[in-house]
């Protein structure tokens, strides 16, 4: 029995918006998963950003090192809420060896319990309730509570382009489209105070580049503009030298760290956000980081962050992982064959197929076009070929619904979620399922 007058209008809120409208379906269909032997008609959730390619050689390395090590005492007592510094400086050295050409000072860092924490303390931190920030669309849909349900900021979805068939060389991000953006968010009565970029992007794959970069932050720090690169996906990079992909590129593009122009200019409106959710296939640990030079931001996140703080158990054993740089890039570049694999079996179907899809730099997706079996140019029809496809597949792909772009019929699906043989047990059915929907045009 439910009372409307027992929450608040926040809590009323809450319970009537579920965070993604895909969570239902993936609850089932995680409750039917595929198994070659024991459930040959087993479903494929694909939806959800997981990564599974190289967990048992994560998780034999953390085993033996929870054999092997003694814990530490000072994991049963409270510590910086931004994160005990021997593992910043675990980090640290991470970012430095891996992600960034530079050395990284631990002092720039913070952490809290996920991607989705950081996302929140940043906002909350940066921004007051009403502002505005701008995201190029289309883009990680749940941006929209991450930054709205506490920090009360809105999202502006920036139309960076109007076909998936522009995103071959990247996503093409113009400084004439942000000043546009900013013209009708202030004439709305808002202030556009954060832009948040994703490179590698989710869903499209795509990436900034170096020039780009740097000429969207200098405009940012022209007009007090808090820019927030996400490199969530920073290691998860696709070869796009392989022959067998490289013909999709317009331009060879490389991943450009963000961090290396942070370090360069020093400015307290540029930050970076990583998580060792996705690269390390790791969500369930619940690790966000924060990055800036900004001191009086990492002063604040930590004075606020005491119910954000990440276990320290949990630190612990990440901090010994990450500090066996010898494991840790034999782990990388294992787990980036696989993923390019993982690539090259998706990216193979939909050209047999000749569907159309986004070339990826990187990420643990494909964004592809399935506008020829829509019914309707509706979202009310893209959601009923998602339940289709899921109907008839058991292959569960990411609905459309609020990655924020006009074009009609765009679907995510996730590569790295199955090892290679079942991937393409997956990959078989799709091919099926299109071309039955093609048979009875």
């Not at 809590?11 to 609850?27: C, Q, T």
């Not at 479903?43 to 033996?64: D, G």
């Not at 900004?294 to 962050?305: C, D, L, M, T």
Request: charged share 25%; hydrophobic share 35%; net charge negative.
């Amino acid at each position: 029995m439910s009372n409307s007058n027992s929450l608040s209008q926040k809590g009323k809120a809450a319970s009537e918006n579920p965070m993604r409208i895909d969570l239902e379906v993936y609850f089932d269909a995680m409750d039917n998963i595929y198994h070659d032997k024991d459930n040959p008609s087993g479903t494929f959730p694909m939806n959800v950003a997981e990564n599974q390619l190289c967990w048992e050689m994560l998780k034999e390395k953390m085993q033996e090192i929870s054999s092997k090590k003694e814990i530490p005492d000072w994991v049963t007592s409270y510590g910086d809420p931004a994160g005990v510094l021997s593992f910043r400086e675990a980090i640290a050295g991470y970012y430095s060896d891996f992600l960034m050409n530079h050395t990284v000072d631990p002092e720039t860092l913070g952490l809290s319990v996920g991607a989705t924490s950081v996302i929140e303390m940043t906002a909350f931190l940066l921004a007051d309730p009403g502002d505005t920030a701008v995201i190029p669309a289309p883009s990680y849909p749940v941006y929209t509570g991450d930054i709205g349900v506490f920090p009360g900021v809105k999202r502006y979805d920036l139309q960076t382009h109007s076909d998936i068939g522009e995103l071959k060389d990247g996503i093409p991000l113009q400084i004439s489209q942000l000043e546009n953006a900013k013209k009708e968010i202030e004439e709305s009565g808002s202030r556009f105070r954060m832009l948040i970029l994703t490179s590698p992007d989710n869903p499209t794959g795509g990436i900034y580049s170096k020039e780009q970069q740097e000429e969207v932050a200098d405009w940012c720090i022209a007009n007090h503009i808090h820019l927030i690169v996400n490199e969530i996906y920073g290691l998860s990079l696709i070869d796009t030298e392989d022959p067998v992909v490289s013909a999709d590129y317009g331009k060879q593009l490389k991943f450009y760290s963000f961090g290396n122009l942070m370090n360069q200019k020093k400015s307290p409106y540029l930050h970076h956000w990583y998580s060792f959710s996705k690269d390390l296939g790791i969500s369930g640990f619940r690790i966000g980081v924060v990055h800036t030079y900004n001191e009086e931001f990492i002063q604040a996140y930590r004075n606020v962050g005491l119910s954000h703080g990440v276990s320290n158990h949990t630190q612990w054993l990440l901090e010994e992982v990450l500090n066996d740089q010898a494991f840790m890039k034999n782990y990388i570049e294992t787990y980036q064959k696989a993923l390019n694999q993982s690539y090259k079996i998706v990216r193979g179907t939909l050209q047999k197929l000749e569907l159309r899809y986004s070339p990826s730099y990187g990420s643990l997706f494909i964004w592809m076009d399935l506008s020829e079996f829509l019914k309707a140019k509706t979202e009310q029809a893209e959601n009923e070929l998602w339940l289709k496809v899921y109907e008839e597949t058991k292959i569960l792909l990411t609905p459309s619904n609020g990655f924020g772009h006009k074009q009609k019929g765009l679907y995510r699906l996730v590569i790295s979620s199955f090892k290679h043989a079942d991937l393409r047990v997956a990959m078989d059915r799709f091919s099926k399922f299109v071309l039955q929907q093609r048979a009875e045009k």
